[in-house]
T-cell receptor, first 111, second 114 residues
Framework: RKEVEQDPGPFNVPEGATVAFNCTYS??????FFWYRQDCRKEPKLLMS???SGNEDGRFTAQLNRASQYISLLIRDSKLSDSATYLC????????????FGRGTSLIVHP | EPEVTQTPSHQVTQMGQEVILRCVPI?????FYWYRQILGQKVEFLVSFYNNEISEKSEIFDDQFSVERPDGSNFTLKIRSTKLEDSAMYFCASSDLGAGEKLFFGSGTQLSVL
């Protein structure tokens, strides 16, 4: 089983739609969780950290389910500028404290 | 806002040649990382560096790879004898508190091995 797994997509949604991505991780001892955004051939940029209680930042909501070992990202009112690849990052996966990246989920928002 | 800078942005080399990729992490950060991303694939961890030594490395980081922090600001990745499969985008990242803290990435060096 892969350490961090994501549905690669692409998710193709109209502007204004709500879209959700999930990410599963294999190591139950994992400690820190993040969502990064990566535009084509650019560096990953932190979108938000994911806390046990869930957290929200504007149109973005992240949640953690430790029992089922997954994290989610919800994007409301999608904008064209949200088109990107969303990377799930888990630390403490496989006994390491190194941030481990999922393959990413591609989102395409169309007019 | 402070940022991680990487040079060069593009590097083309012949197979078997040595390359050095350079990074200047954010000045007050203590943890440094190299990742790579082959086109269309995921971001893969290569090595982490703390307190002037390697703290962790992946299976990818074999004897052909080395890292250095030659002075107080630069952090370099050297590939001694490049292979075709080394062609990738190489990202440097830094963080200020290590485990559990977010990474700040440089804009990457696209390495093409011919």
């Amino acid at each position: 089983r892969k350490e961090v797994e994501q549905d690669p997509g692409p998710f193709n949604v109209p502007e204004g739609a709500t879209v959700a991505f999930n990410c599963t991780y294999s190591n139950s001892a994992s400690q820190s969780f993040f969502w990064y955004r990566q535009d084509c051939r650019k560096e990953p940029k932190l979108l938000m950290s994911v806390y046990s209680s869930g957290n929200e930042d504007g149109r973005f909501t992240a949640q953690l389910n430790r029992a089922s070992q997954y994290i989610s990202l919800l994007i409301r009112d999608s904008k064209l500028s949200d088109s990107a690849t969303y990377l799930c990052v888990v630390m403490g996966s496989g006994g390491s404290y190194i941030p481990t990246f999922g393959r990413g989920t591609s989102l395409i928002v169309h007019p | 806002e402070p940022e991680v800078t990487q040079t060069p942005s593009h590097q083309v080399t012949q197979m078997g040649q040595e390359v050095i990729l350079r990074c200047v992490p954010i000045s007050n950060h203590l943890y440094f990382y190299w990742y790579r991303q082959i086109l269309g694939q995921k971001v893969e961890f290569l090595v982490s560096f703390y307190n002037n030594e390697i703290s962790e490395k992946s299976e990818i980081f074999d004897d052909q790879f080395s890292v250095e922090r030659p002075d107080g600001s630069n952090f370099t990745l050297k590939i001694r004898s490049t292979k075709l499969e080394d062609s990738a985008m190489y990202f440097c990242a830094s963080s200020d508190l290590g485990a559990g803290e977010k990474l700040f990435f440089g804009s990457g060096t696209q390495l093409s091995v011919l």
